[in-house]
T-cell receptor, first 112, second 109 residues
Framework: NAGVTQTPKFQVLKTGQSMTLQCAQD?????MYWYRQDPGMGLRLIYY???????DKGEVPNGYNVSRLNKREFSLRLESAAPSQTSVYFC???????????FGEGSWLTVV | GNSVTQMEGPVTLSEEAFLTINCTYT??????LFWYVQYPGEGLQLLLK?????DKGSNKGFEATYRKETTSFHLEKGSVQVSDSAVYFC????????FGAGTRLTVKP
């Protein structure tokens, strides 16, 4: 059982480039999330999708867009990457909002 | 709005010492509360949870009690081991799942 799978695991971007982080879960969960983790800042919610067809902004949505492609997949897009977006990104899912969240292994993104 | 405030670290303890990591919350209603743990180079994984007031969550010797009166969910362990060295996160189970800042624990032999 793969759980939450996110790709790529590592990526280096130049300032201004765009990229999409992919996330898929095989647990038939309704809710999905994208977080970023920076040293000393804990986990901050970027966007979430409480159910298929809905997306909402979290604490730090600026510079990002998301797509809930279907129940399994939730992608995060950086349209014009900035050095401030250098971080570790985690995708997560839960059976429904407010329940236990299951995390992917993380994607390390560096913007130079 | 919903928020979680967590004791800042880092925390350094000797093996077999008693551990407390404080967590308080602000929330509408009575959400579930969670503790997650992150080992080096890994993602977060659930350590324990409590779904209603006065519930005690426990796992691997760790415990936390959902205290509505003090809006707290402090993590405790009676005797820590070197293998408990990790970052611990308190979380509040709302639609927008929020996490505390994390507390790094280092246990020395």
């Amino acid at each position: 059982n793969a759980g939450v799978t996110q790709t790529p695991k590592f990526q280096v971007l130049k300032t201004g480039q765009s990229m999409t982080l992919q996330c898929a879960q095989d647990m038939n969960h309704n809710s999905m999330y994208w977080y970023r983790q920076d040293p000393g800042m804990g986990l901050r919610l970027i966007y979430y999708s409480a159910s298929e067809g809905t997306t909402d902004k979290g604490e730090v949505p600026n510079g990002y867009n998301v797509s809930r492609l279907n129940k399994r997949e939730f992608s995060l897009r950086l349209e014009s990457a900035a050095p401030s977006q250098t971080s570790v990104y985690f995708c997560a899912s839960s059976v429904e909002s407010g329940n236990t969240i299951y995390f992917g292994e993380g994607s390390w993104l560096t913007v130079v | 709005g919903n928020s979680v405030t967590q004791m800042e670290g880092p925390v350094t303890l000797s093996e077999e010492a008693f551990l407390t990591i404080n967590c308080t919350y602000t929330a509408t209603g009575y959400p579930s509360l969670f503790w997650y743990v992150q080992y080096p180079g890994e993602g977060l994984q659930l350590l324990l949870k409590a779904t209603k007031a006065d519930d005690k969550g426990s796992n691997k010797g760790f415990e936390a009690t959902y205290r509505k009166e003090t809006t707290s969910f402090h993590l405790e362990k009676g005797s820590v081991q070197v293998s408990d060295s990790a970052v611990y996160f308190c979380a509040l189970g709302a639609t927008d799942m929020r996490f505390g800042a994390g507390t790094r624990l280092t246990v020395k032999p």
